[in-house]
């Protein structure tokens, strides 16, 4: 099964603590705005997702999602969730930490796009709520 999110070792290990700290977590990747492209980290019930927010999949079991305007410049692309030094947005949760977490990106193979293509399109967030 080809994933089109992962975490990073040193990403996990953030994730796990930080799940600790506030209990269930989402991801949104974030558009731009004030804070560019970067992953943002939500408790899970403090951010609302839109209707046609893409659910990419899960890291450490938090839910993954981006806007499906996004997705569509996006849906070729393997994303690596990674955290580096320094401060990101004091909306994501890591951000009292030191750190923050950023994408790293690749095309996706051919073999890799077969595999998504036979699978279908991911959920958007009003298909999982009903």
Same mark, same amino acid.
């Given at each position: 099964?080809?994933?089109?999110?992962?975490?990073?070792?040193?990403?996990?290990?953030?994730? &796990?603590?930080? #799940?600790?700290?506030?209990?269930? =977590? $989402?991801?949104?990747?974030? %558009?731009?705005?004030?804070?560019? @492209? !970067?992953?943002?980290?939500?408790?899970?019930? &403090?951010?609302? #997702?839109?209707?046609?927010?893409? =659910? $990419?999949?899960?890291?450490? %079991?938090?839910?993954?999602?981006? @806007? !499906?305007?996004?997705?569509?410049?996006?849906?070729?692309?393997? #994303?690596?969730?990674?955290?580096?030094?320094?401060?990101?947005?004091?909306?994501?949760?890591?951000?009292?930490?030191?750190?923050?977490?950023?994408?790293?990106?690749?095309?996706?193979?051919?073999?890799?796009?077969?595999?998504?293509?036979?699978?279908?399109?991911?959920?958007?967030?009003?298909?999982?709520?009903?």
């Amino acid at each position: 099964m080809v994933e089109r999110v992962v975490a990073t070792p040193v990403a996990t290990e953030l994730i &796990e603590r930080l #799940l600790v700290q506030h209990g269930p =977590l $989402l991801f949104h990747q974030s %558009g731009g705005c004030c804070d560019g @492209s !970067a992953p943002m980290c939500y408790p899970q019930g &403090e951010f609302h #997702l839109g209707h046609q927010d893409v =659910l $990419l999949g899960e890291i450490v %079991g938090c839910p993954f999602y981006m @806007s !499906a305007f996004q997705f569509d410049y996006w849906r070729n692309t393997h #994303l690596t969730i990674d955290v580096v030094e320094g401060r990101g947005s004091s909306f994501s949760v890591e951000a009292p930490e030191g750190v923050r977490f950023l994408t790293r990106s690749r095309l996706f193979t051919d073999d890799e796009l077969a595999a998504l293509e036979a699978a279908g399109e991911p959920p958007r967030a009003d298909e999982l709520t009903g």
